[in-house]
């Protein structure tokens, strides 16, 4: 599983005085229960690390974090079973009436901004830079490129072995959304898993391989694996995925990261201040993990809107 390395510990503490502003309850270090995340793998690290520096200072609080999918983690929090969706992309009109019918009111916030990654093998020197057009050359439903060679006619006649994250995932939602041009899009005779860690593994074991995934995981497995370049028209100049091309939008599979609260467990004084919380130290502990902040004015409005309790999705309100 993926260990977050590097959190700054002293700027990051949560004191007691602090969460008893933020709770709005009588005595903070009283804070007891459990608070359940579950959702997207590529949030996963940053909801992870912000659990353990909140549980530092609230031991009465249990904060479990799971990495099921984006897909499968709004299944449980449409059901009610989770306080706390993470997201990898923005939540899906089929999932917001599921939601609705079942009375769950959801609050879906950005705490941070992901390039999700194209990857190969270190070893691999033909493979610079790549376009849209051959991501989906390559990627598309039907796609018949089974060699390096199949893509470019300068790359060497080596069977590609492909590593990519299973359907339930908003990371394969995003990839297929943007490269295929429709959601859920893609080949099907890939090395498809759950657990990015394998995707990272598969990647780093075969010279000839393409992957993608989450930006904080390359930055983790960056001896193991190298970031390719990416163009959108293949026209402008490649663009590396690093935190400032990411936060800038440069880079083209740049995208935002969300959780999705539940109004009703926000009323729960140990899920309020653990939201207050992420909330105000996503830049922070979300940079500690490889991502880059959201911009300042939409971290305010994300902070705003949590404090009014403003139910919705996050692009209906921008």
Not at 156 to 169: R, Y
Not at 272 to 299: E, H, R, W
Request: proline residues 4%; glycine residues 10%; charged residues 25%.
């Amino acid at each position: 599983m993926f260990a977050p390395k590097n959190l700054r510990g002293a700027g990051l503490a949560l004191t007691a005085a602090t969460l008893l502003m933020h709770s709005g309850h009588a005595a903070a270090a009283d804070l007891a229960g459990t608070v359940k995340v579950d959702g997207s793998s590529t949030v996963y690290p940053i909801s992870e690390a912000m659990a353990e520096e909140f549980q530092k200072a609230q031991k009465g609080v249990k904060v479990t974090v799971g990495s099921a999918g984006t897909g499968a983690g709004y299944k449980k929090f449409c059901a009610g079973e989770l306080d706390i969706a993470d997201a990898s992309r923005a939540i899906k009109a089929d999932e917001v009436a599921k939601c609705k019918a079942a009375g769950v009111e959801l609050m879906e916030l950005p705490v941070a901004y992901d390039g999700l990654t194209v990857v190969v093998h270190p070893s691999n020197t033909f493979v610079k830079s790549l376009s849209f057009e051959q991501l989906k050359k390559i990627w598309e439903p039907g796609s018949k490129v089974k060699t390096w060679k199949d893509v470019d006619p300068s790359f060497p006649d080596q069977a590609i072995k492909l590593f990519g994250p299973s359907s339930e995932h908003g990371t394969f939602d995003y990839f297929t959304e943007e490269v295929n041009g429709k959601a859920k899009a893609s080949r099907s005779d890939y090395n498809a898993a759950a657990d990015t860690n394998t995707l990272v593994g598969g990647v780093a074991g075969d010279k000839f391989s393409l992957g993608y995934f989450g930006y904080a995981y390359f930055v983790e497995g960056k001896n193991k694996v190298k970031a390719v370049a990416i163009s959108k028209d293949g026209k402008q100049a490649p663009v590396l995925p690093e935190g400032k091309t990411i936060e800038n939008g440069s880079y083209p599979l740049s995208r935002p990261l969300f959780i999705t609260v539940n109004k009703k467990s926000a009323e729960r004084a140990e899920v309020n201040a653990f939201v207050d919380y992420y909330l105000k130290n996503a830049k922070d502990i979300g940079k500690s993990v490889g991502y880059t902040a959201v911009p300042q004015k939409m971290a305010d409005d994300a902070n705003a809107r949590y404090s009014a309790r403003k139910v919705g999705v996050w692009q209906s309100s921008h």
